[in-house]
């Protein structure tokens, strides 16, 4: 089938330049991690993160098939009772989301620290109120881990790192950090410090440090060391996936379905994207989301562009509407993004959605142990090519997901899968101007096959009010 072209916009969708109180009000809830880690770079004046130009994180490797010193490690710990054993590649971050060029510049100027600080405040309060739930607290047993940092040393010893000084990330939550500030980790012990120069062996000749720091604690730390990411070393042992963990997320899971559930319970009609994500704020909270990572609500036109921020545009019956959720609970991330029509579909819009559900069957049935990650990624490009739309589809159709919103292993990389890898799988297709259609769904490689953590079904939902 081939798209029809794109349409000369309503003018009814013109975006109202008025701005009601509640919008006035909303921050920018659509910011994700990377853009998040940018803009507090600029506030405090750092050059910035180590993300980006400070320390430029591993390519990721192939893995190879014999059993790194890493995976022995915790091979090892887990034949005594401690953590299985995981295998993989280093991951490189994601590049920063470029902002939608439809914000405005105050808006654009907003911090995410706010935004996720206003939402724990928010949190405690309505937990202590009655009308949220508690974040549960994921306590990581005693063995795992002991297999964990059996691992981290063995992987260091191979790379030639002295010593890892992590800050509060996934990275120090994996390895079982609490307070901090700091966490290091030496082939002799490990502590949580504020003063990780001091815990860091004399003579250090390399030293890992989380992909995450900030310049300004790259200085402070004062360590007369080539500091490295610590990326290749944690990466591959995140990648398998504990079963307390896999409970964490299908937990986290739910909970974001939860609020997308409540998506037509809500009057559209007439109401902007910016207020409409308002409203969906305090379900989030309601919902027990201890950090708000991303709030993302497009209707029309919008809904064709991936990395869109909600606007002021006005949602009009015969919208597509795209409405995704992505935040933590209870340490772990999920994220579930779904599609919606307003009163009735855009003319041709069916058609293309059914094409986006097909690929998102594909990549569940390619996704099984001892395949590629790649496979996955070409059983859903298969399909959208197969349909016409394949110079539409998205560039990238998941991500690993589980301490972190965007870890690996990737369904585009060569990393055989395994039981225990769990991935945010999100084919998409963006008609320029017209409209767009993505799903997002959570899912474990279990031992016979995909095995998806959510249960809201991918029906064109139609709003009616």
Request: charged share 20%; proline share 10%.
């Amino acid at each position: 089938m081939t798209p029809r072209p794109p349409a000369t916009p309503d003018p009814a969708a013109t975006p109202d330049p008025a701005v009601t109180p509640e919008e006035a009000a909303t921050p920018d809830l659509a910011v994700t991690p990377e853009e998040a880690a940018m803009r507090d770079a600029a506030a405090t004046g750092d050059a910035a993160t180590t993300r980006g130009a400070a320390i430029t994180p591993a390519p990721a490797t192939t893995p190879d098939a014999a059993v790194t010193p890493g995976e022995a490690a915790m091979r090892d710990a887990a034949a005594t009772g401690d953590a299985a054993t995981t295998r993989g590649a280093a991951i490189t971050p994601a590049p920063a989301t470029t902002p939608d060029a439809a914000a405005t510049s105050a808006e654009a100027a907003t911090s995410e620290a706010a935004v996720a600080s206003g939402l724990v405040v928010g949190l405690e309060e309505a937990v202590a109120r009655g009308s949220a739930v508690a974040p549960e607290v994921v306590v990581v047993p005693e063995a795992v881990v002991a297999g964990r940092v059996a691992g981290a040393r063995a992987a260091m010893a191979e790379a030639g790192i002295d010593a890892l000084v992590l800050r509060p990330s996934p990275d120090f939550r994996f390895l079982g950090g609490a307070q901090g500030p700091f966490l290091v980790l030496t082939q002799d012990g490990m502590a949580e410090t504020a003063d990780p120069g001091a815990l860091v062996p004399q003579g250090a000749r390399r030293v890992g440090v989380d992909p995450e720091m900030r310049v300004r604690e790259l200085f402070g730390l004062a360590i007369e060391a080539e500091l490295v990411p610590a990326t290749p070393v944690l990466a591959p042992l995140r990648l398998r996936k504990e079963p307390y963990e896999i409970e964490a997320l299908r937990r986290a899971v739910a909970a974001a379905e939860g609020v997308l559930e409540r998506v037509p319970e809500l009057a559209w009609f007439g109401e902007s994207e910016r207020a409409m994500a308002a409203r969906l704020r305090p379900l989030l909270l309601e919902s027990g989301c201890e950090e708000l990572l991303s709030l993302r609500v497009a209707a029309g036109e919008h809904t064709a562009r991936p990395a869109h921020l909600p606007t002021r545009r006005v949602i009009n019956p015969g919208d597509a509407l795209g409405v995704s959720v992505c935040g933590r609970w209870d340490g772990y991330c999920a994220e579930a993004a779904r599609v919606f029509v307003v009163a009735e579909p855009p003319e041709d819009f069916e058609a293309m959605y059914s094409v986006v559900l097909a690929a998102h069957r594909a990549g569940l049935a390619a996704l099984r142990p001892s395949v590629a990650a790649g496979e996955v990624a070409r059983a859903v490009a298969e399909v959208i090519d197969g349909s016409g739309y394949g110079r539409f589809a998205a560039a990238h159709t998941g991500r690993g997901v589980g301490l972190g919103p965007d870890e690996g292993p990737r369904p585009g990389e060569d990393t055989l899968l395994e039981p225990g890898m769990t991935f945010c799988l999100e084919p998409a297709i963006h008609v320029p101007d017209l409209f767009g259609a993505r799903v997002a769904d959570v899912v474990v490689c279990a031992d016979d096959g995909a095995l998806p953590l959510g249960t809201f079904p991918h029906t064109l939902h139609v709003l009616d009010r």
